[in-house]
Nanobody
Framework: QVEVVESGGGLVQVGDSLRLSCAAS????????MAWFRQAPGKEREFVGG????????YYGDSVKGRFTISRDNAKNTVNLQMNSLKPEDTAVYYC?????????????????????WGQGTQVTVSS
């Protein structure tokens, strides 16, 4: 059974840092691309960052470039999102997702409709 579980969310101040983690199980983690999305109240789900199966290439949404860093540990089946210089507009529920359609895929997908498996989300609130 495929499962992804996010953790690490919380309430922080503007300019603070936070590290989210996603623990995956039920599939061969090292073979698949992973992504982080977020959804703020009243808004559509937004792509935050993604990483290829090998960890060799990463992708970021325009609003987080230069502030967020995604990484993965294929030995531990985890993908992390380091968030620095947090802003109030970063407040959202953050979701981890996996694209299981193709192993060792060289194509990365940015839209949430491409992902079938999601975690329950972790709340990040940035207070000013």
């Amino acid at each position: 059974q495929v499962e992804v579980v996010e953790s690490g969310g919380g309430l922080v101040q503007v300019g603070d840092s936070l590290r989210l983690s996603c623990a995956a199980s039920g599939f061969t983690f090292s073979r698949y691309n992973m992504a982080w999305f977020r959804q703020a109240p009243g808004k559509e789900r937004e792509f935050v960052g993604g990483i290829m199966w090998s960890g060799g290439r990463t992708y970021y949404g325009d609003s987080v470039k230069g502030r967020f860093t995604i990484s993965r540990d294929n030995a531990k089946n985890t993908v992390n999102l380091q968030m620095n210089s947090l802003k109030p507009e970063d407040t959202a529920v953050y979701y981890c997702a996996v694209d299981l359609r193709y192993s060792y895929s060289g194509t990365f997908h940015y839209t949430d409709g491409e992902y079938k498996y999601w975690g329950q989300g972790t709340q990040v609130t940035v207070s000013s």
